[in-house]
């Protein structure tokens, strides 16, 4: 079958072949085959070396697909079954699931790096984060794949499996946004403007994007900011806006040290400061030591928008069958999967919201 795959770390390309295979369906996992997937920037982050995958690898972690075949042991899925991909499992009996941070089980990371379900000329291959929906199909682990309702076109359907459950989790989930309360968002990409939806779905009154790219700052509008405006431009805006104080929640949605600081700056004292953007090890922050006590703001991070995803999928296709989340406008461009290198040329141009790569 047809795969793309990163062959080494720091590569600025993919290799798509049309000779992968997969290893047969073990026990507790199944076979999908992969109808869309998006591409987010955590893809691009795998290739440069900023998030950790083990090499060779099929990369995309943003999937939706079909079961094709179930393995021995299988209960919660039959073959048919429509699914959401989901890049980091949830186990539901370990600590963290238990008590109530889902988000953080770390039952099956390990397998991500431990156990290939890809194939390379005979040689085992790493999929992204467990997954790799840069492919026809692939194995997954039963707890990875969230049965859809058959309705929901795959398209719409495979935003979930990343952007848009990180992008509104961080507001709903993490930072929990009031009714009436103010926002800014740095980054407008994917990600950022479901944090967006998110604030406007959560009821702020005002949502400032911020982003370098005039497009990117008019779809940021299209999706509920209330303001759009240049890096530069923010500090007027700032204190037309708050009268100087800063922002109830600030979301940083691009992933450098110089943006999380900007969010912080840019969040008022006792307010909420969201780290989304995955950022790389050695990019460091700094903070004044009197700062932190005096200002008593809250940062956080958000891992997969803090999510509980067999509660989450659903609630996000609720809302957008109520009209209140708008999944078909986020996708600003359809493509094949041997237009994978040009969908990241696109993206770090900044010419796109997100990319749906679909397969017949
Ligand atoms: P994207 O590349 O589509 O969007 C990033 C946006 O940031 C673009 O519109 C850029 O123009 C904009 N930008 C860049 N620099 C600046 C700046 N200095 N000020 C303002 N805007 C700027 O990426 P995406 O939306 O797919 O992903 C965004 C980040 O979220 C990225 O770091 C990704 O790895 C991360 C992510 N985190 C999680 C998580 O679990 N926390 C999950 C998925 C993605
Ligand atoms: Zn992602």
Request: no cysteine; net charge negative.
């Given at each position: 079958m047809k795969a793309a795959v990163l062959h080494n770390v720091g590569d600025e390309r993919l290799e798509v072949r049309d000779d992968i295979t997969t290893t047969p369906v073990g026990a507790g996992k199944v076979r999908i085959r992969i109808k869309a997937t998006g591409v987010c920037h955590s893809d691009l982050s795998a290739m440069n070396g900023t998030i950790p995958v083990a090499v060779p690898a099929v990369l995309g972690h943003e999937g939706a697909g079909e079961v094709i075949e179930v393995g021995p042991g299988v209960t919660s899925l039959a073959e048919g079954d429509h699914v959401v991909v989901c890049w980091s499992p949830q186990c539901g009996a370990c600590h963290d699931c238990v008590n109530g941070q889902p988000q953080l089980c770390m039952a099956y990371m390990i397998n991500a790096f431990s156990d290939a379900h890809f194939q390379l000329g005979g040689n085992p291959m790493f999929g992204m984060a467990g997954a790799g929906t840069f492919a026809e199909e692939l194995i997954l682990l039963e707890q990875g794949a969230v049965r859809i309702d058959k309705d929901v076109p795959y398209d719409?359907?495979?935003l979930l499996g990343c952007g848009v459950m990180t992008g509104v989790g961080a507001a709903i989930n993490a930072a929990r946004v009031e009714p009436g309360s103010s926002v800014v968002v740095f980054g407008c990409?994917?990600?950022?403007v479901s944090v967006i939806q998110g604030a406007r779905i959560a009821g702020a009154a005002t949502i400032v994007a911020v982003d370098m790219v005039d497009r990117k700052l008019e779809w940021a509008k299209q999706f509920?900011?209330?303001?759009?405006?240049?890096?530069?431009d923010l500090a007027g805006v700032k204190q037309e806006l708050t009268g100087g104080a800063?922002?109830?929640f600030g979301f940083e949605v691009v992933g450098r040290s110089e943006t999380i600081k900007a969010a912080y700056d840019a969040t008022r004292r006792g307010g909420t400061t969201v780290v989304v953007g995955v950022g790389r090890a050695e990019d460091m922050v700094s903070f004044s030591a009197f700062d932190l006590f005096y200002n008593e703001k809250n940062l956080r991070g958000t891992y997969y928008g803090s999510d509980n995803i067999r509660r989450d999928f659903p609630r996000l296709l609720d809302l957008w069958r109520g009209g209140r989340l708008d999944l078909e406008g986020m996708i600003t461009r359809r493509l094949g999967l041997d237009d994978v290198n040009d969908a990241f040329a696109s993206m770090a141009a900044?010419?796109?919201?997100?990319?749906?790569?679909?397969?017949d």
């Open positions: 719409v359907a495979s990409g994917g990600v950022g509920g900011a209330t303001h759009a405006v240049k890096p530069e800063g922002f109830d900044g010419e796109v919201v997100r990319q749906v790569i679909t397969f």
